[in-house]
């Protein structure tokens, strides 16, 4: 693994924080993003500077990406100094960005058609896992390329989930967000009516979230929640916008999800009646009894 | 706490178990049951028999009643021989049994009104945890009477949570539940979503059991689930009677809950389907795309 | 059918439009009612006064009652002075009141238990329709007891329908508020996507109405709708409690109802957030895109 | 009116009904359609045979093209002996096929920059009513355009709705299909609760279609439910598709459709059990207590 020549491209929120950890652990990183001075502080650490995506995956034998959509991929992937023109056949590209299943499908044959072996990797975890190093990788490919990959996984975070071929990583992250998005409006509802019954409702929060019947995802949700403040970490409107994915998805493969439907048209609500840049544990403040959000 | 009597009525799955470790802490019990078989394991040991609930109730300072609905309680509390007819002024009753809100508090009126303490105090978990004391008692009343009983609740439970007046015990059983029914929807969904997909159902069902997005104790389900086995631990016929108790408390507080009702009427379907007698979990069989049900 | 003496208790908007209609036809009336000032205008043109329930009943061949309530039809029927110790063996008792299909049934059973004949008659129409004699009557009960009642129901409605044993009058009217309450939502939706995608909201709602996919019966709120001006003729918090009612006559009859409990929580959304004492029709307000109840 | 040369392509089970009533009324017609033998009726009776789409646009003043889908409009427009190559500018093209709303707003831009009007103009209204002229017009464009082929309307049609600029008669033809598949779940919700109530099926079904709550267009599907035969007019595969696009239309323009989305989870489940070829109205025999399909 340490022979090998890693290149990183997309140095977010996110980004930043992984190549860290793989600078930290000893990897030789060659960087580029679309603004120079996030990677001052890689480069200050030794890490090589590529004016475009092309020329950090020339000499590269492994490249992350970690783009913010769809969109930003393509446009990193295909543009004339892009990485496919600069990836050598044989190179792994792994995108950790999270995008529709299609979509890792398609860079796959793209990247097949080129000689170049593709996984697409998606995490499931935010900021404070990014940085600790604790994220947990969703992973489609072929099982060698995960094997390949998996040390750089291990560096990144804490548990690595080979799922299929590709595009079934980025299958496995809708189904998290999925989970998530229903275990806060399953949540919320549950508190509302503990409170709406008597109950003191930081005494059914904690209550809950001591019990196995809360996923624990949603301790990390309860400040949110009992001081009221829902400043953005995972923002309410890209949840509905994943619901809707989901609910897509579920109808091209003749599916019916009757209760991912009303989940969706829940945020779509909360969403609707202003909240749709908080935090998507605002569904909570929406469905509250006498939500403060129609008092305003 | 051990020169108290304990008295101990109703020994069947739940409480013979709950019993057997109060007697194994060195609680000197007495105890009643409909039938006095079930009692037989506890006589050997040392406890002493009541041939009515009155005559157990009579020499006790602490009662526990583990009885399956709220009629039976109704019958055991207010019959001639019953154990309003036996308790002295100023003993504690704590009904550990499963029963509405409103019944607990109307319980709670006749015992004050005899000069009775009571507690409501229902407990969450079943065979296993009973028989392991790792039960989870949610309590209602005195604040001062579960202090009193809580070194009992130590003994049958590894937890025990405190939750206001008279009622609020049963209310919180209610809550969990709810996220228990729930949760189960969210992941039958969830993992059916990800076949169809295309992904392997054991490889989804275990990636989501170790991901905080699922709630601990759906690993209870899981061998029902891969092994489409559903023998009934909880039928699922009692969860949407639970769910439809949820809906009507939910009007009566004036308290709008869309995703619990679209729940509700998925049980409602599954049972309507013949899956009533199965554990609840069988849910997950209902919601399959090609729900085996229907073919049969 | 002139030789019978008709009695008509409870002279309220609905009741004292009816007795008119049937005093006009030539009925010979004795009438009551809490209040004697609303029976007024009748006894000015020849009806005659009773003090009691009783009064009333005991010279009767046939009464109809007009209450508001199940709890005033128990009152009226059972008090001392009711008129279940007035009326004659044989007489007939029409309770044309809006209750339960269940208490319809106890009412047929305590009225048989004495001999006398009954028959659930509520009716569909509100004021106007009251007034011109073109309400609708759906009536549960024996066919003769019903084929008697008859001329009566063609004076005050346009329309009579026999639906079967006492109670299923009462069942059939759950059916038609059924379809109101959903009708209003299905067509709230439709109107508010349709000026979503820029369409005029008064183009769309004429449209719709004058097309066969629109029930009649949504022509009486087209007025409510495009001026925004919701003042009550069915109290929202009404249509509500009879959603919740639907749900549970479902659950009991092991029935599965996903969209009408769908829309029984929009009927409570709609309430929690300061609706309830609107028309039903103000379903239509909650339901808008920026609802304007949010922005107060 | 009667000067213009009138072309008319898709010659269908719809297409061909509404090109003999222009005939029949002494409208000069030139026809094409994929295959020759669908056009015979119409030759006998003086109409002129064109080879290609192209060759029938040539020479007509105004276009109408009734086709099965927006990738068979598009071909029909776009190939090399389309008719957009034939079509002079000046003239008039009305499509009244049934498309997207954004589809339509497409081929109207084209058009246009071809300097040909476009009217979007889907049709409400199957087999029958083409027959009799009875259709519904639910046009979008502008209204001179409207004025000009309203007297081609009103033989094909009994009315006709503008609903304002190009794509909105498409718009509100989708409004239309979402208050069908509305009003048959609704109906057949209210039904089974009816008989689950002990009420004769078929009194209900009669006095509900009696009744201004339900909609006049349910007594066209009365046979299918009361004989439980669903051969397909408007199949429900199709609604269901028809749902996900109002879904998805909604999704796009920011609003919440919770009872919609509900519905088109209902016929998600009944297509994925066997009834997608069935009629749209076999969402009754899907909502049975005891579905008949889950007894095969």
């Known amino acids: 693994m340490t022979n090998k020549k890693v290149a990183f491209m997309g140095l977010g929120i996110m980004g930043s924080r992984m190549a860290k950890n793989l600078q930290s652990a000893g990897t030789p990183l060659i960087v580029h993003n679309r603004t120079k001075e996030k990677a001052e502080a890689l480069l200050t650490h030794g890490a090589e500077w590529a004016e475009t995506p092309k020329a950090a995956a020339e000499s590269a034998d492994i490249v992350f990406t970690m783009l913010s959509n769809p969109q930003i991929v393509e446009e990193v992937a295909f543009q004339e100094e892009g990485l496919l023109a600069g990836l050598k056949p ?27 072996r593709f996984l697409d990797a998606p995490v ?4 404070v896992p990014a940085e600790k190093g604790e994220l947990i990788f969703l992973v489609g490919g072929d099982q060698k390329d995960f094997d390949e990959a998996l040390p750089y996984f291990d560096i990144m975070g804490k548990a690595s989930h080979f799922m299929g071929n590709n595009g079934k990583g980025s299958a496995m992250k809708i189904l998290i967000n999925l989970m998530l998005a229903q275990n806060m409006v399953v949540f919320s509802e549950t508190v509302h009516l503990g409170t709406a019954m008597g109950l003191s409702q930081e005494v059914v929060v904690d209550t809950l979230l001591n019990h196995p019947v809360a996923a624990p995802i949603l301790k990390g949700k309860r400040d949110k929640i009992t001081q009221n ?3 953005p970490e995972f923002p309410l409107k890209h949840m509905q916008k994943d619901l809707h994915l989901v ?15 009303a989940a969706k048209e829940l945020y779509a609500q909360a969403k609707q009646h202003g909240l749709g840049d908080s935090d998507m544990s605002a569904i909570f403040k929406w469905l509250e009894k006498n939500s403060a959000t129609t008092n305003e």
Chains 1, 2, 3, 4 share one sequence.
Not at 90 to 115: H, I, K
Not at 124 to 127: A, R
Not at 247 to 261: I, Q, R
């Open 90 to 116: 044989g190179a792994l590209w792994v995108d950790v960005s999270t995008v529709n299943p299609s979509f890792s499908e398609t860079m796959a044959q793209e990247a097949s058609s080129r000689g170049i």
């Open 124 to 127: 499931s975890g935010s900021l």
């Open 229 to 231: 403040e829902f400043s």
């Open 247 to 261: 609910a897509t998805t579920a109808f091209e493969h003749n599916y019916a999800m009757p209760l991912a439907n």
